[in-house]
C-alpha cells in the first residue's frame, strides 16, 4: 500500500485527489491548518466514511514551520507527495505579498528540504499554475512558453517551480511541476469567479439575491472541471522520470461568457449595455439588470487570456479532460441550486 502526504488537503483539489487515492488503496495523510472551527467541510464525508478510517489521516500544522512539518512527514512516511497548499486567491495575494510568498514560495523550499534530507526516494509534485504566464509572450501557453507572472501570487509560484527543478536537478529527486490551467467545480472556494458566478445566478434564481457583481468582464480564462485534472497529477507522478507538464482544456472562454452561459441555464438571457466600468447585463425579457462592473474586483496588473496547450500531457500521459466549459457550467449552477434549495428551505 502506498503512502501519500498531501498539503492542501481541505481544498477544492485535496479533496478530489483524497477521493481518488483511497479509491487506489492508498493510505493518505493531509496536513491542515489549526483552526477554532472546522474547515474539513470538503473532505467531511471521507472523514464520516468507516471505510477510510484506517486510511485517511489529518495533521494538523503549517507549511511555514518547517520543524513541524518535518514531524509530520517522518509520521506519514510517503511514497508521493502532492504539495497543493497556497494562499490561492490571485488578488488577495495583493493585499498579503509576504505571507503569499512564505507560503507558495518558501513553504516549497521547507518541503523539498525534507525530502532532500530524509525521503530522497518519495516522489514530489508541485502544484504550479496558469498565472506564471501571465503578460503573455504567446498564444496558446506551452510548457516552453516563457513566464511573466503578474501578481504576487505568481511570482510565488514562480519561485517554487524553479526550485522544484533545481531540487531534481541538484540532489537528483523525483519532483514535478504540474502547470494547471483554472479548473472549478462545486467545491471552488465562493470568493472565485466561476463559483461567485455560479452561486449567484442560483441565488437569483431562488430569489435570495438581486444581483451579481464582478470585475473584468473580458478577461479570457482556460476553465476545466477539477475532477478531471485530478487523475493528471497522479499520473505525473507513475512515470520512470520526473518532468513538468501542463494541463488545460485547450479553449479559453471570457467572464462574460461564463456569465451568459450560467444565466442560460435557468432559462434567462443576458443582453450587455454600456461599456467599461458602466456596462450592465440585463435579463433581455424583463429588463431588469442583474450584472453590474465594480473596479473593487479589478486587480493591480491583469491577466487578460490564458490558453493552454496539453499536447504533451496527451502523449506522455495519456492524459485527456472531458467535461466542456458548457458541462462545467451546468455542473456549478445544478450544485449550487440544490445548495440554495437545501438553505431555503431550513
Excluded at 42 to 47: N, T
Excluded at 304 to 325: E, H, R, Y
Aim: proline content about 4%.
Amino acid at each position: 500500500m502506498k503512502h501519500a502526504f498531501i498539503t492542501g488537503i481541505t481544498g477544492q483539489d485535496g479533496s478530489y485527489l483524497t477521493e481518488f487515492l483511497l479509491e487506489k488503496d492508498y493510505k493518505v495523510h493531509g496536513l491542515i491548518r489549526r483552526s477554532s472551527s472546522p474547515n474539513t467541510s470538503r473532505i467531511s464525508h471521507l472523514l464520516d466514511d468507516p471505510r477510510w478510517k484506517e486510511r485517511l489521516f489529518l495533521h494538523e500544522g503549517d507549511l511555514g514551520d518547517s520543524s513541524n512539518l518535518l514531524r509530520i512527514v517522518e509520521e506519514a512516511s510517503p511514497d508521493e507527495i502532492y504539495n497543493l497548499a497556497a494562499m490561492s486567491h490571485v488578488k488577495v495575494s495583493f493585499q498579503v505579498p509576504e505571507y503569499t510568498g512564505n507560503i507558495g514560495a518558501l513553504g516549497t523550499i521547507r518541503l523539498l528540504e525534507i525530502i532532500r534530507a530524509q525521503f530522497p526516494k518519495a516522489r514530489f509534485y508541485q502544484a504550479s499554475t496558469s498565472e506564471l504566464f501571465g503578460k503573455v509572450f504567446e498564444t496558446p501557453q506551452t510548457e516552453l512558453t516563457p513566464f511573466h507572472p503578474r501578481s504576487p501570487y505568481g511570482v510565488a509560484k514562480l519561485y517554487a517551480y524553479w526550485a522544484c527543478i533545481n531540487y531534481r536537478e541538484a540532489y537528483d529527486l523525483y519532483a514535478c511541476n504540474g502547470i494547471l490551467f483554472n479548473h472549478e467545480s462545486p467545491r471552488r472556494g465562493e470568493t472565485f469567479v466561476p463559483r461567485k458566478i455560479s452561486l449567484a445566478v442560483s441565488r437569483i434564481k431562488m430569489g435570495l439575491q438581486e444581483e451579481l457583481v464582478l470585475g473584468n468582464l473580458d478577461a479570457k480564462r482556460d476553465w476545466g472541471y477539477a475532477r478531471d485534472f485530478i487523475e493528471g497529477m497522479w499520473l505525473m507522478l507513475q512515470q520512470p522520470k520526473a518532468d513538468d507538464y501542463l494541463l488545460a482544456t485547450g479553449k479559453t472562454t471570457s467572464v462574460r461568457r461564463f456569465v451568459e452561459l450560467a444565466f442560460q441555464y435557468i432559462g434567462i438571457e443576458i443582453e450587455w449595455q454600456g461599456k467599461g466600468i458602466d456596462e450592465v447585463g440585463i435579463d433581455r425579457k424583463s429588463g431588469k439588470t442583474l450584472v453590474r462592473v465594480s473596479t473593487e474586483f479589478f486587480r493591480p496588473a491583469e491577466v487578460d487570456i490564458l490558453l493552454g496547450n496539453a499536447s504533451k500531457a496527451k502523449s506522455m500521459l495519456g492524459w485527456i479532460p472531458q467535461t466542456s466549459v458548457e458541462n462545467l457550467v451546468q455542473i456549478m449552477v445544478e450544485a449550487d441550486l440544490k445548495k440554495c434549495k437545501s438553505t431555503a428551505s431550513t
